[in-house]
C-alpha cells in the first residue's frame, strides 16, 4: 500500500492552524498513525486509530478520516511543533510510511 | 519504556553485522517488535515486525532472504541479523515497540547507524 502525504513542505507562522493530508492507494479502515521526528531524533508516536491521541500528547493535534483519506491538524503553532510529520499504515505488511511532510517556520 | 540498540558500524558490501535492541521498563516478551530504518536525509522505511512469541515475522521485500528478526524474551533483548550487506542498507535503525498484540507503533528508541562502505 502506497501512502502520499501532502504538502511535502509547508511553512507556517507561531500561531498558525496546518493540515497535512495523508493518501492510501487503497482501503486501510482506520489502521493509520502519525508520527513527529526532530532533527537527530527518534521519530515520536502521535496519533494511533487515526484520530486517538497517544498519552501525553496534547490536544492541539488531532487527526481524522478512515478508508483511504485521512489528516493531520495542528493548532496554535509553536516552535516546538517544527518538525518532520510522517503518516504510516499499519492495516497489511509490508508497513508503510508516507515520506514526510517538513514543517517549517516562515 | 526505555529501548537502547547497538551493534552498528561501518561494514564493507558484502558483509553482515548484527544489531541488538535491550528492552527494559516493561514486559517485554508481551509485545511485538519492528525494526525501522532511515537513510541519511530521507524517510522513515519500514524493516521487519516479529510477533511478541516469535511466531510471525514479517519483512520488506527490500530485505527478505539477506535480513533475519529475531528475539530472546529471556534477554529482553531484540536483534536484527543483517547479511549481503549494500550500499543502500546504509542508515540508521531503530527498534521499535508495538502497543498489545496488534502491530502498531508506540515507542521507539534513539536508533544505531549502520554504514555500508567500502
Known amino acids: 500500500i502506497q501512502m502520499t502525504q501532502s504538502p511535502s513542505s509547508l511553512s507556517a507562522s507561531v500561531g498558525d492552524r496546518v493540515t497535512i493530508t495523508c493518501r492510501a492507494s487503497q482501503g486501510i479502515s482506520n489502521f493509520l498513525a502519525w508520527f513527529q521526528q526532530k532533527p537527530g531524533k527518534a521519530p515520536k508516536s502521535l496519533i494511533y486509530?487515526?484520530?486517538t491521541l497517544q498519552t501525553g500528547v496534547p490536544s492541539k493535534f488531532s487527526g481524522s478520516g478512515s478508508g483511504t483519506e485521512f489528516t493531520l491538524t495542528i493548532s496554535s503553532l509553536q516552535p516546538d511543533d517544527f518538525a518532520i510529520y510522517y503518516c504510516?499504515?499499519?492495516?497489511?505488511?509490508?508497513?508503510?510510511f508516507g515520506q514526510g511532510t517538513r514543517l517549517e517556520i516562515k | 519504556v526505555q529501548l537502547v540498540e547497538s551493534g552498528g558500524g561501518v561494514v564493507q558490501p558484502g558483509g553482515s553485522l548484527r544489531l541488538s535492541c535491550e528492552a527494559s521498563?516493561?514486559?517485554?516478551?508481551?509485545?511485538?517488535m519492528h525494526w525501522v530504518r532511515q537513510a541519511p536525509g530521507k524517510g522513515l522505511d519500514w524493516v521487519a515486525f516479529i510477533r511478541f512469541d516469535g511466531s510471525d515475522k514479517f519483512y520488506a521485500d527490500s530485505v527478505k532472504g539477506r535480513f533475519t528478526i529475531s528475539r530472546d524474551n529471556s534477554k529482553n533483548t531484540l536483534y536484527l541479523q543483517m547479511n549481503s550487506l549494500r550500499a543502500e542498507d546504509t542508515a540508521v535503525y531503530y527498534c521499535?515497540?508495538?502497543?498489545?498484540?496488534?502491530?502498531?507503533?508506540?515507542?521507539w528508541g534513539q536508533g544505531t547507524l549502520v554504514t555500508v562502505s567500502s
Open positions: 521499535a515497540k508495538t502497543y498489545g498484540s496488534g502491530s502498531r507503533i508506540d515507542y
Open positions: 504510516q499504515q499499519y492495516y497489511t505488511y509490508p508497513i508503510t
Open positions: 521498563e516493561f514486559t517485554f516478551s508481551s509485545y511485538g
Open positions: 486509530s487515526a484520530s
